[in-house]
Nanobody, 125 residues
Framework: QVQLVESGGGLVQVGGSLRLSCAAS????????MGWFRQAPGKERRWIAI????????VYADSVKGRFTIARDNAKNTVDLQMNNLKPEDTAVYYC??????????????????WGQGTQVTVSS
């Protein structure tokens, strides 16, 4: 079992940067695919970045490609999301999630077994 705790959210101006971190407990962290999702008010939770168990493979949603970077450190049991050039539409609660490798990088939140509590990111204009 994996427990996830996000940190690093906050209020930032348009064009600013934030770094989110997700700390995981459990000895099997390195075996999980890790993803970052976000949910804006009144909208569904959507994936934004996924990283494979080794950290070598990463996929990004078009909405964040070129602005966000996902990285993991299996020795520290952490997965980070560096967010640059933030826009008002990035405002949401951000969640990290852990799930099994399914033979592909699933973008479906239902494929992920473990979730953090979420951290709020607000981008003001």
């Amino acid at each position: 079992q994996v427990q996830l705790v996000e940190s690093g959210g906050g209020l930032v101006q348009v064009g600013g940067s934030l770094r989110l971190s997700c700390a995981a407990s459990g000895r099997t962290f390195s075996t999980y695919v890790m993803g970052w999702f976000r949910q804006a008010p009144g909208k569904e939770r959507r994936w934004i970045a996924i990283i494979g168990w080794s950290g070598g493979s990463k996929v990004y949603a078009d909405s964040v490609k070129g602005r966000f970077t996902i990285a993991r450190d299996n020795a520290k049991n952490t997965v980070d999301l560096q967010m640059n050039n933030l826009k008002p539409e990035d405002t949401a609660v951000y969640y990290c999630a852990a799930g099994p490798w399914l033979g592909y990088y699933s973008q479906d939140s239902g494929s992920y077994d473990y979730w953090g509590q979420g951290t709020q990111v607000t981008v003001s204009s």
